[in-house]
T-cell receptor, first 115, second 110 residues
């Protein structure tokens, strides 16, 4: 049982480049989330999804896009990378009752540097 | 706006003693609170939670206390073990809005 997997683990981008961070979960969870964690700070919610085809903004959505075409996958897209997007990105998933009342399971993170 | 604050960036305790990690929040609409534990190079893992209708929740060595009037929660670990050394995040939720504190690095010395 792999849980939540994220790829890549590390990436360096140049300003203006684009990339997609991949996230897959094998627990058949309805809810999926993307967070970023800046140094010395807590996690901040970027986007979340309550099921395939449904996504919603979190606290810091600007500069990112998401899609949810399947239950398993929730990719995060950066279109024009900026140094302010240098961060560690975590994907998470949880069961049908959603945020809080269902435990969120986190992936290992993607460390992104934009130069 | 920092709605959830962990004012102690680090805490060091002796093995076997109690660890007390604190968290303050400003938004009275938060109705669910959680603690996560994070090891280096790993994602956070859920530890314990508490609903706003309760003031205490216990799970083995871990107890979370909630003081709604003071907008304060704390995590007690008794007895502390070296394997508890990690960064601990508190989080608060209101209607799909989840906010995290900046974390407290706990070091348990043998």
């Amino acid at each position: 049982n792999a849980g939540v997997t994220q790829t890549p683990k590390f990436r360096i981008l140049k300003i203006g480049q684009s990339m997609t961070l991949q996230c897959t979960q094998d627990m058949n969870h309805n809810y999926m989330y993307w967070y970023r964690q800046d140094p010395g700070m807590g996690l901040k919610l970027i986007y979340y999804s309550v099921g395939a085809g449904i996504t919603d903004k979190g606290e810091v959505p600007n500069g990112y896009n998401v899609s949810r075409s399947t239950t398993e996958d929730f990719p995060l897209r950066l279109e024009l990378a900026a140094p302010s997007q240098t961060s560690v990105y975590f994907c998470a998933s949880s069961g049908p009752t959603g945020m809080g009342t269902d435990t969120q399971y986190f992936g290992p993170g993607t460390r992104l540097t934009v130069l | 706006d920092q709605q959830v604050k962990q004012n102690s960036p680090s805490l060091s305790v002796q093995e076997g003693r109690i660890s007390i990690l604190n968290c303050d929040y400003t938004n009275s609409m938060f109705d669910y609170f959680l603690w996560y534990k994070k090891y280096p190079a790993e994602g956070p893992t859920f530890l314990i939670s508490i609903s706003s209708i309760k003031d205490k929740n216990e799970d083995g060595r871990f107890t979370v206390f909630l003081n709604k009037s003071a907008k304060h929660l704390s995590l007690h670990i008794v007895p502390s073990q070296p394997g508890d050394s990690a960064v601990y995040f508190c989080a608060a939720i209101n209607n799909n809005d989840m906010r995290f504190g900046a974390g407290t690095r706990l070091t348990v010395k043998p």
